[in-house]
């Protein structure tokens, strides 16, 4: 077991203590005819009651797609209030308002505007890990999913704007050889990889095939024998031949990994030793006890000026069409 998978090992009281929360979270599911969504990178425990377990992809395309009354995001803020976006008429919770995204808020509307008006004919398309502003200043959204399809149906001779992930842009700049401007902002989880040490992991496990996601640093992805978003990697694992990963990007996906293939073994990426950031904290700041309060008071809720809420739908809506 790696270091990381040890951060999701509990006790027995702590397991109990679970399933007893776990029971009451289903049961008050049932009663406010409410979906729980949650990503990848949350705790196994949350992951065990949500009715649906994603990416950021597979996440909107289920606030789209249902007939619940109650939407639970188990996820960090722009997931949640990218449901809202699209619900508007729905009741949105999330165990912690303040499980924000360092990457979505790295990107501030003010300079972004700046930003766009340098360019003005150019496309803007936003990862969809930004602020309902900055979707309002975008023509499309994408995901780490659907990202390169979206880009390679835009006429070679129109300039992009790309933010505000660099890494990720970069990745599809270099796999489409074609020039977009980026904005400089950075996953603090994905940034933290670097070469040395996943070099060093590669040379003491020769067996294992390194996986990485896009928003890895350039150096990490260049020695990746496959590189995806987070259902992309998890699919590969699943039918790639190998029986050994080395997985950069967040650890709460070895949960479903090692879940699907039980034979295979998953090494966490190692950390760079001076900058061990390579957990999403606030992902994990969803906590059973936080999901189960949220339920049971209707709160925190998600609101979404109505305004903004109309401007920051449409590149949803496009990118939806588009993937
Ligand atoms: P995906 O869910 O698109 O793989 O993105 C990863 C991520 O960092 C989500 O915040
Ligand atoms: Fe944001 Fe990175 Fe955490 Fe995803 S993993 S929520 S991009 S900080």
Redesign the pocket.
């Known amino acids: 077991m790696t270091s990381d998978s040890l951060l999701f090992k509990s006790s027995g009281k702590a397991v109990a203590d679970h399933e007893e929360l776990a029971g009451k979270i289903r049961l008050l599911k049932k009663e406010m005819n409410a979906i729980i969504l949650a990503?990848?990178?949350t705790l196994p425990e949350i992951q065990q009651v949500a009715d649906v377990v994603?990416?950021?992809?597979a996440?909107a395309r289920a606030a789209e797609k249902n007939s619940a009354d109650v939407i639970v995001f188990a996820?960090?803020y722009f997931?949640a209030e990218t449901a809202k976006i699209i619900n508007p008429g729905k009741l949105v919770l999330m165990p912690d308002l303040y499980a924000g995204?360092p990457?979505a808020d790295s990107c501030p509307a003010v300079e972004f505007r700046e930003f766009r008006q340098k360019h003005p004919d150019a496309l803007v398309i936003t990862y969809?890990?930004s602020t309902a502003e900055i979707k309002a200043l975008s023509d499309i959204t994408c995901?780490?999913?659907n990202a390169e399809r979206i880009i390679r149906q835009i006429p070679e001779e129109r300039t992009i704007i790309f933010g505000p992930d660099r890494n990720l842009g970069g990745y599809i700049m270099k796999k489409l050889g074609r020039e977009m401007l980026l904005w400089q902002g950075y996953?603090y989880?994905?940034e933290a990889f670097r070469e040395e040490y996943i070099l060093q992991a590669c040379r003491e496990n020769p067996q294992a095939e390194l996986i990485a996601?896009p928003?890895c640093r350039e150096e990490v992805l260049r020695h990746a024998a496959f590189i995806g978003?987070?259902?992309a990697l998890l699919d590969y694992t699943e039918s790639a031949p190998a029986s050994s990963f080395i997985v950069a990007?967040?650890p709460g996906i070895l949960y479903e990994m090692q879940r699907r293939s039980p034979d295979k073994q998953f090494i966490a990426a190692p950390k760079d030793p001076e900058n061990p950031r390579s957990v999403?904290k606030q992902?994990k700041q969803n906590t059973l006890e936080k999901l189960y309060q949220c339920m049971l008071d209707r709160s925190p809720e998600i609101m979404v000026p109505d305004d903004l809420r109309v401007l920051a739908l449409r590149p949803i809506k496009k990118m939806l069409e588009m993937s």
Not at 54 to 57: P, Q
């Open positions: 990503h990848y990178y994603g990416d950021s992809l996440l996820g960090v997931m995204c990457l969809i890990n995901t780490s999913s996953c989880v994905h996601h928003e978003s987070t259902q990007t967040e999403c992902m």
